[in-house]
């Protein structure tokens, strides 16, 4: 479950039954905003699950969700480990220069994990202009991380985990190299269950049926969890 101001739909029983609590302070696609959800996509049913109202677009305010500073981080992941002492708390930051500094007020903030996003990946349903020239390669940002926390001490008392293009077992080893304990797959495994990147995810018109509302186009949704095991077993396999 992700948390952050203005992210809608997030419930204390939402909280209280997650196994994992992320905070996005960033993320790879729009550094500072929020997962945006335009106003045409937002049925009855998703503004009920989401706590708004039909046709209302849903994007957390910038910047950075209103966490203005680690004291504020600090606050958020006390009351996310008060609310659910068995949930563990992750914070995402985008990769960039200085996140070494960032992650380690992270771990000094007491989060369980550190997410480092590169800029690669996602969904296709942000703005353009939130897309491009936002965040640095995951690499970069990964190996900044790990010897920030290191020369800090503070490398083990949290998890590092990335993400942002990781697509096969090459790349998860290039992670573990430069210290990542854990990986994080969004696109590979949206194509694996039938996307096909047709960047139209924002406008409600996905041609296969996974980034939509319409029901006449989700019936032609081609996935199979099966699909996804088998991709997850080469990825392994390949590792």
């Not at 991380?145 to 800090?152: A, C, E, F």
């Amino acid at each position: 479950m992700q948390v952050a101001s203005g992210r809608f739909g997030v419930t204390p029983e939402f909280a209280v039954n997650a196994d994992q609590l992320e905070i996005k302070i960033a993320q790879g696609a729009k550094p500072g905003e929020g997962g945006q959800l335009p106003g045409g996509k937002v049925s009855p049913y998703i503004a009920d699950l989401r706590r708004s109202k039909p046709g209302v677009p849903l994007i957390s305010p910038p910047p950075h969700h209103d966490i203005y500073s680690i004291e504020d981080l600090a606050q958020l992941i006390h009351d996310l480990h008060q609310v659910n002492p068995y949930a563990k708390v992750s914070v995402k930051l985008v990769a960039e220069a200085g996140i070494g500094v960032v992650a380690s007020g992270v771990a000094k903030a007491n989060a369980d994990i550190v997410q480092v996003s590169g800029h690669d990946g996602g969904t296709g349903a942000s703005p353009i202009s939130s897309i491009k020239h936002a965040g640095g390669p995951m690499e970069m940002g990964l190996a900044e991380t790990h010897q920030v926390l290191v020369r800090n001490e503070l490398r083990d008392r949290i998890i590092v985990r990335t993400d942002g293009g990781i697509r096969s077992g090459r790349d998860i080893m290039m992670g573990a190299l430069l210290g990542a304990d854990e990986y994080g797959f969004g696109t590979a495994a949206m194509i694996a269950t039938g996307c096909i990147m047709a960047r139209v995810c924002h406008t409600n018109n996905c041609p296969v049926g996974v980034a939509t509302q319409r029901e006449e186009l989700r019936a032609r949704f081609p996935g199979a969890p099966e699909d996804l095991v088998n991709y997850f077993h080469f990825v392994a396999e390949e590792v």
